[in-house]
């Protein structure tokens, strides 16, 4: 048994970060709050993944809380590297410029956290970035995808 099912269903978000002038999406389960004030965010990116080292140089990120309705765009983003292809493209996933980092977010998620890096903790085969929330956005409401296992995932109930 993975460890991992004892902890889903995590809410799935996408990462967006750029680097070099390059933009990438990533799917991401491995994240959480870690303050209110002030407001912190914490993400958890594997070591063999193509955002890792985006994040690691520009020192930011955005956290993009998607619909349900995104489930085949976010799947696709989680199963193939952006090192050379462009996802934004691939999907129809449509980029915009977030306000407070140097960072695609976007446009179609129900809310932002836009992130600054402030510390990195290598953490066995994933490092954590600790992060200040330097702008944070609701755009609208709706049934948040969570992740339970492989590649099957619910939502909320009414």
Request: proline share 3%.
């Amino acid at each position: 048994m993975k460890i991992t099912t004892l902890t889903n269903p995590r809410q799935t978000i996408l990462l967006t970060c750029r680097w070099k002038g390059k933009d990438n999406v990533m799917t991401l389960d491995w994240h959480t709050p870690l303050s209110f004030e002030p407001m912190m965010y914490a993400v958890a990116i594997g070591k063999t993944r193509f955002s890792l080292d985006m994040v690691r140089h520009s020192k930011a990120f955005v956290v993009n809380f998607m619909s349900k309705d995104f489930e085949k765009k976010i799947l696709y983003c989680g199963t193939h590297t952006g090192k050379n292809i462009d996802k934004f493209a691939e999907t129809g996933l449509i980029k915009e410029q977030a306000k407070s980092v140097d960072c695609p977010r976007i446009k179609q998620a129900l809310a932002w956290l836009e992130c600054k890096v402030e510390k990195e903790i290598e953490v066995g085969d994933h490092w954590l970035f600790i992060a200040t929330v330097s702008h944070a956005e609701i755009r609208e409401k709706g049934k948040r995808l969570f992740h339970l296992h492989d590649d099957v995932f619910t939502t909320t109930v009414d």
